[in-house]
């Protein structure tokens, strides 16, 4: 079993930045695909942005490249989410995903592991 800690949510004004942070209690986090989704109120769960353990690419959704940046640190077992120019339609629940299976997934239901949560809300 793997357990995700996410932390770094808040309440920020539109184009200021946030940095959230994922922590893994597995050694083994060095090997997962770790991903990063959000949850706005009555909307799907959607893919932000993910790093693949063993090319380090990452990869991210339309709507958030040039803004945000995702990076791991495998000595740490913790993964950032760099949230740049945020806009008040990035508020949402921001969730740490993990994959034990190798390879890209934007799917939610291809992965492992769902951290509790941390909430991000942009002010106009």
């Known amino acids: 079993q793997v357990q995700l800690v996410e932390s770094g949510g808040g309440l920020v004004q539109a184009g200021e930045s946030l940095r959230l942070s994922c922590v893994a209690s597995r050694r083994a986090f060095s090997r997962y695909t770790m991903s990063w989704y959000r949850q706005a109120p009555g909307k799907e769960r959607e893919f932000v942005a993910a790093t693949i353990w063993n090319t380090g690419s990452t990869y991210y959704a339309d709507f958030v490249k040039g803004r945000f940046t995702i990076s791991r640190d495998n000595t740490r077992n913790t993964v950032f989410l760099q949230m740049n120019s945020l806009k008040p339609e990035d508020t949402a629940v921001y969730y740490c995903?993990?994959?034990?299976?190798?390879?890209?997934?934007?799917?939610?239901?291809?992965?492992?592991?769902w951290g509790q949560g941390t909430q991000v809300t942009v002010s106009s």
């Open positions: 995903a993990a994959r034990v299976s190798p390879g890209l997934s934007t799917q939610r239901y291809d992965y492992d592991y």
